[in-house]
């Protein structure tokens, strides 16, 4: 009786380099992204409080009320975090942990306005990533909308 071990990582990158990343891939590389936004958010809550701070030291109270803004500080730390990421270099935070480098359909990387409206329809419509697992090419909505792919790729090099 024989036994098979599992690939070794480097056999199993070397495998899907260049294949599209599937939905399960795609999801943790969001959450580490969406863990970073958090962070950003809190520092800028932390600012915001500093602020308040440091202009009325005596009657200070942590700032309150920001529910509704929210999507706003979404939309402040999020879009330009995605953008400059993916324009730099086609990858956040999240794809680099995960392998996963975004760009045109040529493999190029995106433009900064392609990018941006990219982000934003990202964030404001993150289940176009339910998509995945239906589209043969393994496509999101925003990836089926600006002719964007996410493929498996762990080499540092950047293609422009």
């Known amino acids: 009786m ?5 690939a070794s990582p480097a056999v199993t990158r070397q495998a899907l380099q260049g294949r599209p990343a599937g939905l399960v891939s795609r999801l943790a590389a969001a959450a580490i992204d969406l863990l970073v936004l958090l962070a950003g958010g809190a520092a800028l809550y932390g ?5 308040a ?4 030291p005596r009657s200070f109270s942590w700032p309150t009320g920001f529910e ?5 500080v979404a939309a402040l730390v999020g879009t330009p975090y995605l953008a400059i990421s993916w324009s730099a270099s086609g990858r956040t935070l999240g794809d680099v942990l995960f392998g996963l480098r975004i760009g ?3 493999g190029r990387l995106l433009g900064p306005g392609r990018s941006v409206v990219r982000a934003l329809l990202c ?5 176009g990533l339910v998509w995945v697992p239906f589209d043969r090419r393994r496509r999101s ?9 996410v493929r498996y790729d762990w ?6």
């Open 123 to 127: 964030l404001a419509f993150p289940i």
């Open 47 to 51: 600012a915001v409080a500093g602020l």
């Open 2 to 6: 024989s036994t098979v071990w599992p």
């Open 155 to 160: 080499l540092p090099s950047v293609r422009t």
């Open 53 to 56: 701070f440091l202009l009325n």
């Open 104 to 106: 045109g359909r040529d």
């Open 68 to 72: 509704w803004s929210v999507p706003a």
């Open 141 to 149: 909505l925003q990836d089926v909308l600006f002719r964007t792919s």
